[in-house]
């Protein structure tokens, strides 16, 4: 039986570079479409590691696929990549390095990794919801600054806040109302709060007074 393999993946819109740490294969590139890579998962041995670096979006298919065929996924950090391929010393930066950087990285620290759990229906809604808030308030807030310096359109300027405000209320009870079901949920919304890019999110819906304590973030 063939051993399990340790494989780095570099995740692009376009196309998905792979290395294996046990060097089992040479650096492969491919179509980042769910038939090619489903045919290439099939060659790799059962229980095998995947670490993709979490990439805007576009590792979420790929890992659920993985995850669904039975691998074991791992969705890493950048800069914890990052700060490990100046550690090993690597140079430069390319598609291909980074794949064998992320395959040395999850060889070498699978033991304290969490692995990729796919976000139930619900959990997937309740981010979408948050960020598209998000997104929504940081518009608000620019629109309210731009209108400022442009006399004339008060009226309508006012008109249009008044219908971001009324949406972003909508999302507010659709998230609270969601989160209200479980624990589980809640607590997705206190980790929500801890990611960098929806930090603001929990200062300006009040989800935290409403539905979890605030967690304590690193300044």
């Given at each position: 039986?063939?051993?399990?393999?340790?494989?780095g993946?570099?995740?692009g819109?376009a196309?998905?570079?792979?290395?294996?740490?046990?060097?089992?294969?040479?650096v492969?590139?491919?179509a980042?479409?769910?038939?090619?890579l489903?045919?290439?998962?099939?060659?790799?041995?059962a229980?095998?590691?995947?670490?993709l670096?979490?990439?805007?979006?576009?590792?979420?298919?790929?890992a659920e696929?993985?995850?669904?065929?039975?691998?074991?996924?791992y969705?890493?950090?950048?800069?914890?990549?990052?700060?490990?391929?100046?550690?090993?010393?690597?140079?430069?930066k390319?598609?291909?390095?980074?794949?064998?950087?992320?395959?040395?990285?999850?060889?070498e620290?699978?033991?304290?990794?969490?692995?990729?759990?796919?976000?139930?229906?619900?959990?997937?809604?309740?981010?979408e919801?948050?960020?598209?808030?998000?997104?929504?308030?940081?518009?608000?807030?620019?629109?309210?600054?731009?209108?400022?310096?442009?006399?004339?359109?008060?009226?309508?300027?006012?008109?249009?806040?008044?219908?971001?405000?009324?949406?972003?209320?909508?999302?507010?009870?659709?998230?609270?109302?969601?989160?209200?079901?479980?624990?589980?949920?809640?607590?997705?919304?206190?980790?929500?709060?801890?990611?960098?890019?929806?930090?603001?999110?929990?200062?300006?819906?009040?989800?935290?007074?409403?539905?979890?304590?605030r967690?304590?973030?690193?300044?």
């Amino acid at each position: 039986m063939q051993s399990k393999l340790t494989i780095g993946m570099d995740i692009g819109k376009a196309e998905v570079v792979v290395a294996c740490h046990e060097s089992a294969f040479a650096v492969l590139k491919m179509a980042n479409a769910v038939p090619v890579l489903r045919r290439w998962l099939a060659t790799l041995p059962a229980g095998s590691r995947l670490g993709l670096e979490a990439s805007g979006g576009y590792h979420e298919p790929v890992a659920e696929l993985a995850h669904s065929l039975g691998f074991t996924v791992y969705i890493l950090n950048p800069k914890d990549v990052h700060h490990y391929a100046r550690a090993l010393g690597a140079r430069g930066k390319t598609d291909r390095l980074d794949a064998q950087v992320i395959a040395a990285y999850v060889a070498e620290h699978n033991a304290r990794l969490h692995a990729f759990v796919p976000l139930s229906a619900d959990e997937k809604l309740l981010r979408e919801l948050a960020r598209r808030r998000a997104t929504l308030v940081n518009a608000k807030s620019m629109l309210q600054q731009s209108l400022r310096v442009l006399p004339g359109f008060e009226r309508e300027g006012r008109e249009l806040l008044r219908a971001m405000g009324s949406f972003a209320d909508r999302l507010e009870r659709k998230l609270a109302e969601i989160a209200a079901r479980s624990s589980e949920r809640a607590a997705l919304v206190k980790r929500l709060q801890t990611i960098n890019c929806l930090r603001h999110v929990s200062k300006s819906f009040g989800l935290q007074s409403r539905l979890v304590p605030r967690p304590s973030c690193p300044a």
